[in-house]
Each structure stands twice: as structure tokens, then as C-alpha cells.
């Protein structure tokens, strides 16, 4: 745009000034307007002049905003005392508590632990034979293990101890290891079989919560006909709210949040007030506060299900591990402020639904049935219909919980090199919350595997919590080995022996599923961690043999290259992008490209690395040139809600050093789709590696490698998430210099 202004100026002077001085530079000017005329056929990206757009100086002011009033409120607090300065500090931290990110916390966090109630004590009742043989102590025994594991797992473990320890904001599994990784190259075994036992277990919860919710309609006294005509119709319903809910995922967990967090608020107060109504009736059952209820009813004679009865209880606690991953997405504060209210709920809840079956153990109506579900019996027949309405949402909203800790999960993993560099977006106004497309896009067809393979949340639930017992348990050593190095260690000690013996029965009981759909939750876990560890050994393996050059080794060659004029350009600019954060040095990879086969000769190599900024709207490069005009190796960095089409970017940068002087302006005299006369054609280089057959690798090394290559295949190119497909770039293969073999000399004959 300025050189076409330049040139309409030029146009408009008198004659002596506009009359070009020689030839050549009259057809200089003939060749730039040439080229400028391209920009009424073409709408070429092109930067801004401004850094940040009008909507992100709104947002950036009124952070600003937010940060000066806080500010200004703990200069007014200063006399309040310490309570009242100890509040406002917290305000300002990251324990930070809003009311609107608590209503997001209740939509994102809670919905798997609050789905617990629908089918935990039904569990319980089928396990011991039917509800005639469910007596007083029975009762308050299984009351007393599932108050108990609620506190001990969920409250003490998870909120009290395990969501202190955090990773810049972040937590689940991975962001644990992260923190403690440097005390053992061991500790990545627990690490991978947790985090794949967690997604393995985010594929079952949409498919058991939504589909056990609505087979909850069967139960509607105007549904039942609909529904007994047509066996498919609650598989048909749970696809398509399977499919709603997973194409919602890209608006951000914070818009959903505050829908589903509204949804949720009101589903836990359901709970409350039922059990309440409940509870009024038998206030007796409160003595299963006591642990020597659930003990002694455990190891009785009278307990039908035997060890068995802690994978029931074990229903009751799921949803924990999703508290502490989804941790980065709404604040570490808000789930402070909120559990309390989830735990009450849930414990008057359960504690009603005892207080039904020991007023109804003898009721004749419920003779012969195996399976009675004190939680919709408990109500009359018009509550029922409102608590199967909730229930469906809360099933739904279940599902919400695991997805974007999957999400947190696979970008943790990302991040220690476990699994490929996916595109992340980031469709709230925070970091935390993020959404990984091709992830979104497996767990939607894994779920609707399940379906199709099991059919019914009856056969669902089978598999279903096996695969988080697992998690746990890795979850508990990690967290020791942090307490051990954190100088707690006679702590560590005990909070390993207690919680890892509690999570131990939890998973043999769990085990008796394994026959009965458990393989399949088996299956996917074991599948996950066979791609994270190839993906982990294949990035060690290819680190070994990577190198990097100083200027001085790298320089001659290039500048030999750049002033030879008998081989001609392969393109004006070669653009090279790298992983490599560091500027001042070369990426050997590069360099064989350069001059791999027939030399890359060009007017400049460009060296670009892009990088994610933790602040929201970062826009900002640095260049080093290496004293050439002909050599650079390019940092971008942009904020994580900042698109990462990096083409307009180049574009700028490179005018930029025109303007400088840094880069020779590369006047161009024939059109081109970008109409830039300053600018000479761009050709953009991946390059990835390959397995050479002569490299000496055992045969588990080479397993390693060509399913990472086999992964990255189906991961997607990067040229795709930096906006560079419509640029035709070129994807070049090297070999992998590993150590090889020589095989014996041929004879001449």
C-alpha cells in the first residue's frame, strides 16, 4: 500500500520531477505499479499497522482495570486487620474467588462425582442379593465406607493435599510429574500408565453417564409405551446428545461452564433436599459417621459381595481425579469454595437413600427384585420426573468434567514429548481453558465406539472405573515422592501406606470386572501407552543424533553458496521452520537441507521458530543476522489467543528489514498473488526424519520410530496449524544418523 501511494505521488509531480532518469528506472516504476495492480484481483494477508485489535484493547483495559481496583482495595483493607487483609491477598492470587468462575467451577468440575448417586447404592443392593438383605448394619456400614472414602480420597487427598501441589496453575498426573521428574528417570512409568489409564477412562464416562441418564425416560409413566415399542430410541438419543456435546466443545469450557454450572448448582441442591426429606424420617443413620460401621461390615460374614463391596464404593468417589486435572481450568480457589457444598449434598443424599432402604426393607413391593434404585424410589412419582429431567443433564454434564481434562491431559503430555504437538486453541479468555481439535475429534468416535460395542449403560458400567483405580494409585506415589522431597518424609510415608492400601482394595474389587467389559477399558489404556511411550522413545532416539552449528562453522559455506551465480535461485527466500528456541545457532538439519542434492540457493534463509506466550495477546519477534544480510534465524512469539498463521507474520518481518536495511529489498518486475514488489517469492521447508535401514538399532528402537512416524502421520502437519497449506511448502525426508553398520564388501566379478 505505500509503495502504490509512493507511486501515485510520483505519477502527480511535474514533469521534470516525474521523468525517471534513465531507462532502467523508468522501467522500475513500470514493473512496481505492474505489481501493485495484482491487488484488485487478490485479498493477499496482510498485517495491521496496530499490535492488538480494538476487542483486545477492551479486554487488556479492562484487566487493567480489575488490577488497579484490586489494587486500591488492599490499600483500603490496610486497617482492616489480618483476617480482612489475609481475604483481599487471596483475591489477588491465584486462589482468586469469583462468582462467576464458581458457577463454571460447579459446570466443568463436579458432574462425574455428582452422577454418583444415581447408580451407587443400587450397585450396593444388587451385590448383597436384594433389598430383604439389607439390614440396619449393612446399611450404615456401607454409609460409614462411602463417607469415608468421599473424605479421605476426594477431601483430604485431592483438595486438601493434592491441589496444593500444582504446576504453574495446572494439575492432573502429568503436571505432577513435570514437578518431580528430576528425581528419577522411573518416575515417567507411573506417569504414562496413569495418564493413559485417565483418557482411557474419558472415552467410557460420556458413553455410561449419558446413556444410564437417558434410559432414565423408560422410567416416565407417559414414556414407557414410546420406549418398550422402540429398543433403539435411548441409543439413537444418546448419539445425538454425544454429538452436540462434543461439537460444542470448541466454544471453551468457560461458556459452557456457566451453563452447565447453573445446571449443576441446582442438580446438588436436589440432592440435598431430597435426602433431607429422607432423612427425616431416620436421623438414626447419621451413627455410619463412625469408620467401626464400615470395617466391621466390610469383613463380615454378612457381606455378601465380600472385598468385592470397595469397587461399589469405589462409584462413589469417581470424579476425583477430574477435580485436580481440571484444577487449571477454573482456579484452584473456586473448587476451595465450592466442595463443601458438593460433599454436604452428597453425603445427605446418600445418607437418605439409607434412611429409605432401612424404612423399606421389609416392603412388599419390592420383593423379588434383585436391582431396586433407592435414589428414584425414595421420590414420589412427580419428583421423579424432575429428578430423570436432572439426571440427563447431570450425565451430560459428567461427560463435560472428563473431556477437558482430557484435553488438559494430552497437553501436559504434549508438553514432556509423550504424545504429538497437536493444534491447541484457546476459545476463553484464559490459558487454562483449551480445546485440541484432533483430540475432540477421537474421543467423539471412541465414545460412540463404546456404544456400538456394548449398546447399554449395563453393559458399560462393566468397564467402567477400572481404569481410574489405576490412576489413582500412580497419582498417590508420584504425590509421595513430591511430599518425600518436599522435606515431609515421615508424611510421604504415611500418606503412601494408607492411601496407597485404600486405592489397592479399590482396585482388586475392581478387578472382578475385568470379565465383564473391564478388558476393553484394559485394551484402551494399554493402546494409549504404547503411543506415548513410542512417541517418548522416538524423540529420545532422534535427540541423540541431533546437532547444532556456531556461525562460525556454518557461515563460509552459505556465504560461498549465496555469491555463486552459477547455480541458480532455488527461491528468493527459504523459510525453514524449527523447534529450536535459540537464536544464536544452526540446526544441522537445515543445513544438509540447504545443501542437500542439488543446493538451495537463495537470496535469504530464514530459520523460524514460533512459540506460545503465556499472556493472551503477545505479538513480537526477534532476529538475529549473524552480521550477513543473507542468514536469519527468526523468534516469533504470540499469545495463546493469537491466531498462528504465520505467513502474514513473515511477510512483515521481512519488509521490516527492508526498511532497515538489514535485507536487500528483492525487487521483483513480473505480478505476484501477494502484490509485495519488496518481497520475493517464499518457499517454506518442513523437514522430518526417517529410519535409515543400515542404522544400528535394536529391534525395540526401531519399533519406537516408526510408530512415532506412523503417529505423526495421522497427527497432522504442522504446515497446517501455521497456516502454510495454501503455500504449497515442501516436506523434505533425512535420514536419521544413528549409528549404522557397515555391511561387507562387494566382490568384483
Known amino acids: 500500500m505505500k509503495d502504490e501511494k509512493k507511486a501515485r505521488a510520483h505519477s502527480a509531480r511535474g514533469p521534470k520531477e516525474s521523468e525517471p532518469q534513465s531507462a532502467e528506472e523508468r522501467e522500475l516504476v513500470e514493473d512496481t505499479q505492474r505489481i501493485l495492480r495484482v491487488q484488485q484481483f487478490t485479498k493477499a494477508p496482510k498485517v495491521q499497522q496496530r499490535t492488538l485489535t480494538k476487542e483486545e484493547r477492551k479486554v487488556l483495559l479492562k484487566r487493567s482495570a480489575e488490577e488497579k481496583e484490586a489494587t486500591a482495595r488492599l490499600d483500603k483493607v490496610a486497617d482492616k486487620g489480618p483476617l480482612g487483609r489475609w481475604f483481599y491477598r487471596l483475591q489477588s492470587g491465584r486462589d482468586k474467588i469469583t462468582p462467576a468462575m464458581c458457577i463454571v467451577a460447579l459446570g466443568v468440575v463436579y458432574g462425574d462425582i455428582g452422577t454418583s448417586p444415581l447408580y451407587t447404592m443400587q450397585t450396593f443392593i444388587s451385590g448383597q442379593g436384594g433389598l430383604a438383605n439389607v439390614d440396619r448394619p449393612a446399611v450404615l456400614g456401607m454409609l460409614s465406607l462411602v463417607f469415608w472414602s468421599i473424605t479421605l480420597i476426594t477431601t483430604v487427598k485431592y483438595v486438601l493435599i493434592a491441589m496444593r501441589i500444582d504446576n504453574k496453575g495446572e494439575g492432573g498426573i502429568f503436571a505432577l510429574y513435570s514437578l518431580i521428574r528430576r528425581y528419577g528417570a522411573w518416575l515417567a512409568a507411573p506417569a504414562m500408565i496413569g495418564g493413559a489409564a485417565f483418557l482411557a477412562d474419558s472415552v467410557l464416562t460420556p458413553a455410561v453417564s449419558i446413556s444410564s441418564a437417558v434410559e432414565g425416560l423408560r422410567t416416565l409413566p407417559g414414556l414407557e409405551q414410546v420406549f418398550h415399542d422402540n429398543s433403539e ?40 433436599a431430597v435426602g433431607l426429606a429422607n432423612l427425616s424420617q431416620d436421623w438414626g443413620v447419621f451413627a455410619a459417621l463412625n469408620p467401626a460401621y464400615g470395617v466391621r461390615f466390610l469383613f463380615s460374614k454378612h457381606n455378601v459381595a465380600g472385598v468385592a463391596l470397595m469397587g461399589t464404593v469405589f462409584l462413589s468417589t469417581t470424579g476425583a481425579e477430574a477435580l485436580y486435572s481440571d484444577m487449571g481450568h477454573v482456579g484452584r480457589g473456586n473448587i476451595y469454595f465450592t466442595w463443601p457444598f458438593i460433599k454436604v449434598a452428597l453425603v445427605l443424599c446418600y445418607f437418605g437413600q439409607g434412611a429409605w432402604m432401612l424404612r423399606n426393607q421389609y416392603n412388599g413391593d ?113 504425590l509421595s515422592v513430591y511430599i518425600w522431597h518436599d522435606r515431609h518424609r515421615v508424611g510421604a510415608v504415611v500418606f503412601l501406606v ?121 505479538r513480537e519477534y526477534s532476529v538475529e543476522n549473524f552480521g550477513t544480510d543473507y542468514m536469519f534465524r527468526v523468534r516469533i512469539r504470540l499469545g495463546f489467543k493469537v491466531s498462528q498463521s504465520i505467513p502474514p507474520y513473515i511477510h512483515q518481518i521481512m519488509n521490516d528489514l527492508v526498511e532497515s536495511g538489514e535485507l536487500p529489498r528483492q525487487q521483483m518486475r513480473y505480478p505476484k498473488m501477494d502484490a509485495d514488489p519488496n518481497i520475493g517469492p517464499i518457499r517454506y521447508v518442513l523437514i522430518h526424519k526417517e529410519l535409515m535401514p543400515e542404522s544400528r538399532v535394536t529391534s525395540g528402537q526401531a519399533l519406537a520410530l516408526n510408530a512415532k512416524y506412523a503417529i505423526r502421520h495421522a497427527a497432522g502437519s504442522p504446515a497446517k496449524w501455521f497456516g502454510l497449506s495454501p503455500y504449497n511448502p515442501v516436506t523434505e525426508m533425512q535420514p536419521l544418523f544413528l549409528t549404522t553398520y557397515k555391511p561387507p564388501r562387494l566382490r568384483r566379478v
Open 366 to 478: 419390592y420383593m423379588g427384585f434383585v436391582s431396586v434404585n433407592p435414589f428414584f424410589q425414595m421420590m414420589s412419582p412427580g419428583v421423579r420426573c424432575v429428578a430423570v429431567v436432572l439426571s440427563v443433564a447431570a450425565g451430560v454434564i459428567a461427560s463435560q468434567a472428563l473431556i477437558t481434562g482430557a484435553f488438559t491431559m494430552v497437553s501436559e503430555a504434549t508438553r514432556l514429548n509423550w504424545m504429538p504437538h497437536l493444534q491447541v486453541r484457546y476459545p476463553s479468555r484464559t490459558r487454562g481453558q483449551l480445546y485440541i481439535p484432533m483430540v475432540n475429534r477421537v474421543l467423539c468416535v471412541a465414545t460412540l465406539l463404546v456404544l456400538a460395542l456394548f449398546r447399554d449403560s449395563e453393559h458399560i458400567s462393566a468397564a467402567y472405573g477400572l481404569a481410574l483405580t489405576v490412576t489413582m494409585i500412580t497419582t498417590t506415589i508420584l
Open 498 to 618: 494408607v492411601f496407597l492400601a485404600i486405592q489397592t482394595m479399590f482396585f482388586i474389587a475392581s478387578m472382578s470386572k475385568f470379565l465383564h467389559g473391564g478388558w476393553f477399558t484394559m485394551l484402551l489404556t494399554l493402546a494409549i501407552l504404547l503411543v506415548m511411550v513410542a512417541w517418548s522413545e522416538g524423540t529420545a532416539l532422534e535427540r541423540e543424533q541431533r546437532r547444532h552449528m556456531k556461525p562460525a562453522d556454518c557461515l563460509p559455506s552459505l556465504e560461498k553458496l549465496h555469491a555463486d551465480e552459477c547455480i541458480p535461485y532455488y527461491s528468493d527466500n527459504i523459510v525453514y521452520l524449527t523447534s529450536d528456541p535459540y537464536t544464536k545457532r544452526f540446526d544441522t538439519d537445515i543445513f544438509f537441507s540447504i545443501f542437500a542434492d542439488h543446493p538451495k540457493r537463495a537470496r535469504a534463509w530464514w530459520a523460524v521458530s514460533v512459540e506460545t506466550s503465556d499472556e493472551p495477546f503477545t
Open 233 to 272: 430410541l435411548t441409543l439413537m438419543i444418546t448419539v445425538v446428545i454425544i454429538l452436540v456435546l462434543f461439537s460444542l466443545q470448541s466454544r471453551g469450557t468457560e461458556s459452557i461452564g456457566k451453563v452447565f454450572g447453573s445446571v449443576v448448582m441446582v442438580w446438588f441442591t436436589f440432592l440435598a
